[in-house]
């Protein structure tokens, strides 16, 4: 099977360009960088795509077996970047796919310029020293109610998770994406987010990163968004005004913004830190 075809890549942009490779969080699909990922075309290489078992992915290369850490997400990022012969890329991640990104350019930081991570978490389970924002009870509650009644769920959890509640068509569109997403790959791929650990692979990154953190997440808090920033290496933390967890779709000019700052700064070369 196509690389291609299995992850629905779409190559967009300028062919000549540095290449841009945009990924979405839980339960979504690359619709999500639609009001985003259009202003960079003009001038770079925008290459979009659904992980296995989300959007229009083939379904088929999906099993519960290969799929059960994050590192085969990350080992498919691999995939797209060496099927297009990809080099200098900048990852930008939203949410889970933050963590994606961190292992697959710990993996082959050669093929990296620059990260962007949007919402970014390591842990989502609170711990000595760390906050994450939930207590492993809430975790748990969270997943059985997601094991018992996923649409139900998604339905509640989309606009919370979206924030701006005064805007609520954001949080109805959250929650169709939510609730077109196969429900028992949805409830795998909550337990893989949702009971992640991915702090020791921070202080690994040895490409620039971008760390864009809104206020009012629930997902993730001011105070992760911070032990992101001091755990990367030379990382920068860029506090937006937006609110939630998606700035993507709800400050889509504030998020274009704070990523062309950033990839001003980024080398043309292999953007690899020399430490």
């Known amino acids: 099977m196509s690389v291609l075809t299995r992850n629905n890549v779409r190559d967009l942009g300028r062919r000549s360009g540095q290449p841009m490779l945009f990924a979405h969080g839980f339960g979504c699909?690359?619709?999500?960088?639609r009001l985003?990922?259009?202003?960079?075309?003009?001038?770079?290489?925008?290459?979009?795509?659904?992980?296995?078992?989300?959007?229009?992915?083939?379904?088929?290369?999906?099993?519960?077996?290969?799929?059960?850490?994050?590192?085969?997400?990350?080992?498919?990022?691999?995939?797209?970047?060496?099927?297009?012969?990809?080099n200098d890329v900048v990852f930008v991640g939203h949410s889970v796919s933050t963590m994606i990104g961190v292992l697959a350019a710990n993996l082959e930081p050669h093929r990296?310029?620059?990260?962007?991570?949007?919402?970014?978490s390591p842990?989502?389970?609170?711990?000595?020293?760390?906050?994450?924002?939930?207590s492993e009870a809430d975790i748990t509650e969270l997943l059985e109610s997601l094991e018992s009644n996923y649409l139900g769920w998604s339905s509640r959890m989309a606009p919370l998770i979206m924030g701006?509640?005064?805007?609520?068509?954001?949080?109805?569109?959250?929650?169709?994406?939510?609730?077109?997403?196969?429900?028992?790959?949805?409830?795998?791929?909550?337990?893989?987010?949702?009971?992640?650990?991915n702090?020791?692979?921070l202080p690994k990154v040895r490409v620039?990163?971008?760390?864009?953190?809104?206020?009012?997440?629930?997902?993730?808090?001011?105070?992760?968004?911070?032990?992101?920033?001091?755990?990367?290496?030379?990382?920068?933390?860029?506090?937006?005004?937006?609110t939630g967890h998606c700035p993507n779709l709800s400050a889509p000019e504030e998020t274009v913004a704070a990523m062309k700052d950033f990839l001003a700064k980024v080398p043309g070369g292999r953007g690899v830190l020399h430490r």
């Open 29 to 33: 699909d690359q619709t999500m960088w």
């Open 164 to 197: 701006n509640p005064d805007r609520p068509e954001l949080g109805r569109e959250l929650t169709n994406s939510f609730c077109q997403t196969d429900p028992d790959i949805a409830r795998q791929f909550a337990r893989l987010t949702f009971l992640s650990d």
């Open 36 to 86: 985003t990922a259009p202003a960079f075309e003009a001038d770079h290489r925008v290459v979009l795509f659904d992980h296995v078992g989300m959007g229009h992915s083939d379904l088929a290369a999906y099993s519960a077996e290969r799929y059960s850490a994050l590192d085969a997400y990350a080992e498919d990022v691999l995939d797209i970047i060496h099927e297009l012969d990809l």
């Open 112 to 120: 990296f310029a620059g990260l962007v991570l949007v919402g970014p």
């Open 123 to 134: 842990r989502y389970i609170d711990d000595a020293g760390y906050v994450g924002g939930f």
């Open 208 to 242: 620039p990163a971008l760390l864009l953190q809104c206020s009012e997440d629930i997902i993730a808090p001011e105070a992760v968004g911070e032990y992101v920033q001091r755990a990367i290496p030379g990382s920068e933390l860029v506090r937006l005004r937006a």
């Open 199 to 201: 702090r020791a692979d």
